[in-house]
């Protein structure tokens, strides 16, 4: 399927890597559907395309990657939502964003993908050990990961 994007221009993409948001995500409740673009083979960061506008896409990433020890509080009614009764068969990302020189992720508002149906959810958690703006990676020590533990 061929989308545009206002970063990469138009860009051939397999329906697979396509993820179904029901509600939407926090903001844009009407753009349902989006398309997960890997841009590098060793990147753990991903775009999280919206597929009907060119200029809305997301820098995703597994919050594993910079917090080990983050696990999503699931409740059984968020994961029957998206088809799912196992939380192990789920994908979790969260939303990156650039501060200064330091790039951070919500980790109050993780998306939860069913990796079979690609249906997903973006969580709003009360866990006060998590914020919106955790410290992930300072760009100018590229290698060098801010936080290693929540």
């Known amino acids: 399927m061929m989308i545009e994007t206002s970063r ?20 844009f409740p009407d753009q349902l559907a989006y398309a997960l673009i890997q841009t590098a083979e060793e990147s753990g960061f991903y775009w999280l395309q919206a597929v009907g506008r060119s200029d ?11 917090v080990p020890d983050y696990v999503v509080p699931v409740k059984l009614d968020d994961l029957a939502q998206i088809g799912l009764s196992d ?4 994908q979790v990302f969260i939303i990156v964003n650039k501060v200064d020189n ?20 973006q969580l ?5 050990r998590y ?11 590229r290698a060098q990961a801010v936080s290693k533990t929540a």
Not at 87 to 90: E, G, K, N
Not at 102 to 121: F, K, S, W, Y
Not at 131 to 141: D, E
């Open 8 to 27: 990469f221009g138009p860009l051939e993409v397999d329906e697979n890597r396509l993820i179904h948001f029901p509600k939407g995500i926090l903001g």
């Open 102 to 121: 330091i790039l951070t992720g919500n980790l109050q508002g993780p998306l939860v993908v069913n990796v079979e149906t690609r249906e997903a959810r």
């Open 131 to 141: 914020s919106t703006r955790h410290p992930l990676m300072n760009l100018n020590a």
């Open 124 to 128: 709003v958690l009360s866990d006060r």
């Open 87 to 90: 939380p192990s068969v789920a």
């Open 56 to 66: 809305l896409a997301f820098v995703v990433c597994d919050p594993r990657l910079f």
